[in-house]
């Protein structure tokens, strides 16, 4: 008898139920980090269930000591696997099969009607629909400066400075008739996540995107479901567990109108084929303090966002590109249309609108008009406005002010005294919005900018009165008297600004505190007559808010 007796082979249900074991545990381990839905409209479950087809194959093979040499090479290895895994193998086969034949009738090539009505849009009337905006109302950064200003504005707080930073994921909505954008803090690393998740997160930023002006929220119960949780508090982690077989876009952070933090889980649903015509049906609502989850079919009004601009983009090409039939869409191209590289954001009726130009299938200079999508409905309308790209007006002004080194944010279009107009922030190098500029669509040679929006709006009025495409009447000489009914300040580049609105009307009227200092003793009911300053030609530098405003008695 030989000093080395061979083991035993493991019979064949105790492999079976040891291999089940270990595929179930990686499983879980798999299904806790990577969380693919349980759908099969998701290419990540394919990849999932593939995966633990193959943790079993191979457990098993290992586990029953299968030796290649002795079992008659590679066909005995066929026949081993067909004896220990035909179930596992058939599956995967038919998986395999589902995905092919999925991805072939979701294909464009055989779906360019359905494709097409991803996005239904209509025309629109752009001087009627897109009326002009008040200074208060247009957001004067883009997403980056939006960003600096809410990290400087956490290192003014020196006892939240070294626990927690500023997320860097940060959501454009109208909060309270505002154009904001709000984001959550982090945890700075892991030893600060676990000396404060119990308290959780302790406040907020929000970045008024008109007044420029950043502000710490803090809350009375902090947030405990977020991105920068690790375990089962993290947002995505939480929505898999309640929701193991639904589809989310990125989970946005909102506030509703009392200030309350909470997510925003666009459901993904696929409508044509098995994996084609992406599409939003409701969302989960979390809140961000409790966890607590709801689906809506129907979002409530103070969601903002809910259909990403990238994915309204995405269906409008779809719609543009296939207008005859895919075939057309690469040969010929007639009547073929595709937006342009970029996007902005509009506030509209206490709604955020994504904004994105249409241009031509050749993609030149010039566009052919532009988009606005409602990010709560989908309601999509298309504005006839021939002129400039972004890109184009973005040149244009950086053109202009080429001696100062500012780069142009992506534009934002505007109805300018009847005329569409590219509202375009100029930034430094250091992140911070130091100029405006307004390129008229049409003629985008014609380049206004100023020091303050007020300033670049009147010197861009004067420019088109002076080219004869406005009429004199139309420059910015109003007079209003009336009782104060609400004062705000703000302090923009050194200077301190007060801001007017006065009872019965819905604008602000902007005012430097430098220039008058009568606006600095104001209060809620004093009665006043706010004028607006023509400007004169030899006078060199800028009105900052080209209003002035008298105290005339208490009201």
């Known amino acids: 008898m030989n ?7 493991r019979g064949k249900m105790s492999v079976t139920l040891i291999s089940l074991l270990i595929t179930l545990v990686v499983g879980l381990v798999f299904f806790y980090v990577s969380l693919p839905a349980i759908n099969l409209q998701s290419p990540d ?3 999932f269930v593939f995966l633990m ?3 079993y194959v191979v457990s098993s093979l290992v586990l029953s000591g299968f030796d290649m040499k002795n079992a008659g090479g590679f066909k005995g290895y066929l026949r081993f696997i067909r004896a220990r895994c035909l179930p596992v193998g058939v599956l995967m086969l038919l998986l395999a099969l589902v995905a092919l034949v999925g991805e072939l ?5 055989f779906r360019a009607g359905d494709y097409r009505e991803l996005l239904q849009v209509e025309n629109g009337d752009f001087a009627t629909d897109i009326a002009e905006i008040s200074f208060n109302e247009i957001p004067t950064l883009d997403r980056d400066s939006a960003q600096f200003l809410g990290d400087r504005q956490m290192g003014t707080l020196s006892d939240m400075v070294s626990q927690f930073e500023y997320s860097n994921d940060s959501t454009q909505i109208n909060y309270q008739g505002r154009p904001v954008r709000v984001a959550p803090i982090a945890y700075a690393d892991l030893i600060k996540w676990f000396t404060n998740r119990s308290q959780g997160l302790p406040a907020y930023v929000v970045v008024d995107m008109v007044t420029q002006e950043a502000t710490v929220k803090r809350l009375s119960e902090g947030i405990k479901y977020s991105f920068s949780e690790p375990l089962n508090r993290n947002i995505m982690r939480h929505l898999r567990f309640h929701f193991p077989t639904m589809m989310f876009s990125t989970p946005e952070f909102e506030i509703d109108e009392s200030g309350h933090p909470w997510w925003i889980a666009p459901r993904v649903v696929k409508t044509i084929g098995l994996f084609g015509g992406v599409d939003i049906q409701g969302a989960v609502l979390v809140d961000a303090v409790t966890g607590e989850c709801t689906y809506h079919e129907e979002v409530p009004n103070w969601v903002d966002t809910l259909y990403a601009p990238l994915l309204i983009m995405q269906q409008y090409d779809y719609h543009g590109t296939l207008v005859h039939g895919f075939i057309n ?3 010929g191209q007639r009547d073929v249309t ?11 009726n206490d709604d955020v609108y994504a904004y994105t130009g249409v241009t031509s299938a050749n993609a030149d200079q010039s566009n052919l008009g532009f988009l606005l999508t409602n990010q709560r409905t989908k309601e999509t309308k298309f504005y006839t406005a021939p002129g400039a790209t972004e890109e184009a007006a973005q040149y244009s002004a950086m053109g202009v002010v080429q001696d100062l080194g500012y780069v142009a944010t992506f534009p934002l279009l505007l109805n300018i005294a009847g005329e569409p107009t590219y509202f375009i922030p100029l930034k ?4 911070l919005v130091k100029m405006y500029a307004m390129v008229n669509v049409a003629q985008y040679q014609l380049v206004a900018t100023g020091t303050t929006v007020s300033a670049c709006e009147k010197s861009y009025i004067q420019m088109l009165a002076e080219k004869g495409i406005t009429t004199p009447e139309e420059l910015p000489q109003t007079s209003v008297s009336g009782v104060v009914a609400e004062l705000r300040s703000a302090v923009l580049d050194g200077d301190t600004y007060i801001f007017i609105r006065l009872q019965g009307e819905e604008i602000f009227y902007s005012v430097s505190a430098v220039d008058n200092n009568v606006a600095v003793i104001l209060n809620e009911g004093d009665r006043v007559t706010i004028e607006h300053a023509p400007q004169t030609e030899d006078n060199t530098s800028d009105i900052l808010t080209g209003y002035t405003v008298t105290r005339n008695r208490k009201g």
């Open 3 to 9: 000093e080395q007796t061979a083991k035993k082979p």
């Open 45 to 47: 479950f394919y990849s």
């Open 53 to 55: 087809c193959m943790v």
């Open 105 to 109: 009738i979701s294909m464009p090539i």
């Open 329 to 331: 869409s690469i040969f």
């Open 338 to 348: 595709q937006t342009t590289s970029g996007y902005n954001y509009i506030a509209l």
């Open 428 to 431: 430094d190098a250091t992140n």
